[in-house]
């Protein structure tokens, strides 16, 4: 079956401070892979994604590169904020099957920023 | 883009009693929804995918007769949790299908409901 692994946390960084949340996943043939962000209180937003392998998702200065050779997807941001501070969820769709998949989530990483 | 909006955003209810939660899609059809229980400080659990016209799919473990779950137009789907009790106490996502139709998409999730059962 489908499974995704993540760092556990939490991480606590300084402002300005390099960002790295390892996810590796498991999966048949080619999934998409996705991370999600959770501000406290409300619900999940999409940050990234990545379709194939190779592709580099990115978006408010973070990025992850699909690896399917290591199958991973990393989370990077090179300068992180105190706003940055949140959940952030790695997943993945598996899109073999012709119908609505299912969304395979990480436990989360919790991300604590600090001036 | 997508919005999915989830109602209410926090509720509390007397044990016994029973408490619905409405997704709605705002600007795209969603022909399939899934609805999604988080404890405090963990992932996200997926109870049940809702597909219009038809019933729900269960995951295991998750009491069908506890949480209904109704999809009764392209645009609404809702979960009523029965007879409520302490420990139904949670916090509640529903996300929905993009209607571009790819799965690669992603997912929009709405913005969950704080259920306190008193």
């Known amino acids: 079956g489908n499974s995704v692994t993540q760092m556990e946390g939490p991480v606590t960084l300084s402002e300005e401070a390099f960002l790295t949340i390892n996810c590796t996943y498991t999966?048949?043939?080619?999934?998409?892979l996705f991370w999600y962000v959770q501000y406290p209180g409300e619900g999940l937003q999409l940050l990234l994604k990545a379709t194939k392998a190779d592709d580099k998702g990115s978006n408010k200065g973070f990025e992850a590169t699909y690896r399917k050779e290591t199958t991973s997807f990393h989370l990077e941001k090179g300068s992180v904020q105190v706003s940055d501070s949140a959940v952030y969820f790695c997943a993945l769709i598996n899109t073999n099957t012709g119908t609505a998949s299912k969304l395979t989530f990480g436990t989360g990483t919790r991300l604590q920023v600090t001036l | 883009g997508a919005v999915v909006s989830q109602h209410p955003s926090w509720v509390i209810c007397k044990s016994g009693t029973s408490v619905k939660i409405e997704c709605r899609s705002l600007?795209?059809?969603?022909?399939?929804m899934f609805w999604y229980r988080q404890f405090p400080k963990q992932s996200l659990m997926l109870m049940a995918t809702?597909?219009?016209?038809?019933?729900?799919?269960?995951e295991q473990g998750v009491e069908k007769d506890k949480f209904l779950i109704n999809h009764a137009s392209l645009t609404l789907s809702t979960l009523t949790v029965t007879s409520a009790h302490p420990e139904d106490s949670s916090f509640y996502i529903c996300?929905?299908?993009?209607?571009?139709?790819?799965?690669?998409?992603?997912?929009?999730f709405g913005s969950g409901t704080r259920l306190t059962v008193v």
């Open positions: 996300s929905a299908k993009p209607p571009r139709g790819a799965s690669s998409n992603g997912y929009t």
């Open positions: 999966a048949t043939g080619y999934p998409s």
């Open positions: 600007d795209f059809q969603a022909t399939t």
């Open positions: 809702s597909n219009e016209g038809s019933k729900a799919t269960y």
